[in-house]
């Protein structure tokens, strides 16, 4: 969708849909002074300026009070542009950024539906929302786009027409700057949200290990990143015992994918490390996941997807930062040559793991990969994982688990989450979750107790993370995969983890 930002009086440009955003009314008599004016209207009347009667009339017999999400489509044929569509958002004292995306991404949608091409929104008074033109038009240009992220990409029949095509911020125009930046900055963090998503949705027969690395060295191109990416051979050398064992299973070959964006402009810059699990599916291995929703598991390459977007976001920015993204990718399937339960791994950091379950191979993998981005001995460093079933029981779908060391990491992810909405729950990370995990066998074992499964995953993980690195782990196994659709997310993969991540090393670099 194409974003400007234009001064023209609302009712005389020829549009398809113009959207007035409105704030909730207590009396639903009141609605029809909103357009133009003094209850819930967000915009001031121009000099001379006022609503056509007939529109007035209408709105006035609707009942509508414009509760948040909500809309009323007003046909209008006096002004050009044909249709008048009043957006609540909800009430004036509870208006946040998310309510701002969900009533754009209701627009949206609603301008879909009745193919709209060109839409013009009417920008509310920034005193009145109580928040400045950057973040309304960014919450705005976000929540549009990301309620239309593009589905069916596996559908043979032809893709229709793009609707709406274009859209358009109406508001004076010593407002343009400010609307214009949101509106870019909104675009990046949409493209690494849309790329996350894309790449969960492709099916596992096309989503191997080495698909998915294909995918990030052409992103890496684009963003001008650098891009390496380990083989079995190489990955041998350094004797990844985690990633290979878990992928010797599987006719598809495990990678480790290494991307590097050097956008750190001073000594002062800090240097950070994005590692994503990209189980590319996770059948369980040995001990197999039973059939039901076992297709669910195409998603278990979602924290991998999410530092991905993240990535790119983070590239586009331009920020401040000296940035390291590390996947390790494999196929997780039972086979003659596959691990089973009682094998004992050598780990690329020479500690011994004892294998009890082979469907706990996240951590076996991310241990590898979180010793090789310790080896650039980074500031920080995030991992995201759909790790635990345990973290969807105790959490749901609409926060991840979030476990680490660093209460610097803790600050800005939660602070992240709470204007991304992609939302952390903060869970407890002690040294006896450490513990837990010593093995009878080898030093560790992949397989804790089964209470608080979430967090003893963790406490294995960090075994293989530095005493003095600052580690944040993101358990995204809940959020990552929507099975139904809400607005700004269709079914399928959310990109949840993208924004999240990105946004918080906007936050640690500024
Ligand atoms: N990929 C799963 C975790 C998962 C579960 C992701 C549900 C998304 C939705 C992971 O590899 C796994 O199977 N974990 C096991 C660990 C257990 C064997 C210790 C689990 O959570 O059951
Ligand atoms: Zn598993
Ligand atoms: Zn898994």
Not at 7 to 32: N, R, Y
Not at 107 to 114: D, I, L, P, T, Y
Not at 374 to 379: A, E, L, V
Not at 468 to 492: F, K, M, N
Request: aromatic share 6%; proline share 5%; with cysteine.
């Amino acid at each position: 969708m194409r974003w400007t930002i234009s001064k023209t009086p609302s009712a005389d440009t020829a549009a398809d849909l113009l959207v007035f955003p409105t704030f909730q009314v207590k009396d639903k008599a009141d609605i029809k002074d909103v357009l133009l004016g003094t209850k819930g209207g967000v915009r001031k009347a121009a000099p001379g300026e006022t609503a056509p009667a007939g529109i007035k009339k209408k709105v006035a017999s609707s009942g509508f009070v414009a509760k948040a999400c909500s809309l009323l489509p007003v046909y209008c044929s006096n002004t050009k542009a044909g249709w008048l569509v009043l957006a609540g958002l909800g009430d004036e004292t509870k208006l946040d950024l998310e309510t701002i995306r969900k009533t754009a991404g209701t627009v949206a949608k609603k301008a879909r539906e009745m193919k709209a091409k060109k839409v013009l929104v009417v920008v509310p008074d920034s005193k009145r929302l109580g928040i400045d033109d950057v973040a309304f038009s960014r919450a705005w240009v976000e929540g549009a786009e990301m309620s239309l992220s593009p589905t069916g990409a596996m559908k043979t029949a032809k893709k229709s027409p793009e609707f709406p095509a274009s859209c358009v911020l109406l508001a004076d125009i010593s407002r343009a700057k400010d609307l214009r930046a949101g509106a870019a900055e909104a675009q990046k963090f949409v493209a690494g949200c849309f790329f996350a998503r894309a790449l969960v949705n492709e099916p596992p027969n096309i989503q191997t290990p080495v698909h998915l690395a294909e995918s990030a060295k052409k992103m890496a191109k684009e963003e001008n990143l650098k891009c390496k990416i380990l083989t079995v051979p190489q990955m041998k050398k350094l004797n990844m015992g985690g990633l290979l064992g878990v992928g010797q299973g599987s006719a598809n070959p495990p990678r480790l994918i290494s991307l590097e964006y050097r956008g750190g402009k001073s000594k002062k810059s800090p240097t950070i490390a994005l590692v994503g699990k990209g189980v590319t599916f996770d059948t369980g291995g040995i001990s197999l996941k039973p059939g039901a929703s076992m297709d669910l598991m195409k998603s278990d390459m979602g924290g991998a997807a999410a530092v991905l977007g993240a990535t790119k976001i983070i590239a586009q920015l331009g920020l401040d930062v000296n940035l390291i993204t590390i996947i390790p990718t494999a196929e997780n399937m039972p086979d003659g040559n596959a691990i089973r339960p009682a094998d004992v791994l050598t780990m690329a950091n020479g500690k011994t793991v004892e294998v009890l379950n082979t469907d706990a191979e996240g951590r076996l993998i991310l241990a590898d990969a979180l010793w090789y981005a310790g080896r650039s001995k980074p500031d920080y460093i995030m991992d995201a994982a759909t790790l635990t079933g345990a973290c969807v029981v105790a959490l749901g779908t609409h926060f991840a688990g979030l476990m680490s060391n660093s209460s610097e990491l803790i600050d800005s992810l939660k602070q992240a989450g709470g204007e991304t909405f992609e939302r952390v729950w903060h869970l407890p990370l002690i040294d006896e979750h450490k513990d837990a995990m010593k093995g009878t066998w080898g030093d560790l074992k992949n397989l804790g107790p089964r209470e608080g499964g979430a967090m003893t995953a963790a406490g294995f993980l960090a075994h293989f993370v530095p005493e003095e690195t600052q580690w944040a782990h993101i358990d995204i196994a809940g959020p990552s995969y929507a099975e139904r659709p809400a607005t700004l997310t269709p079914v399928g993969g959310t990109g949840f983890g993208a924004r999240l991540m990105a946004r918080a090393v906007q936050i640690i670099a500024s």
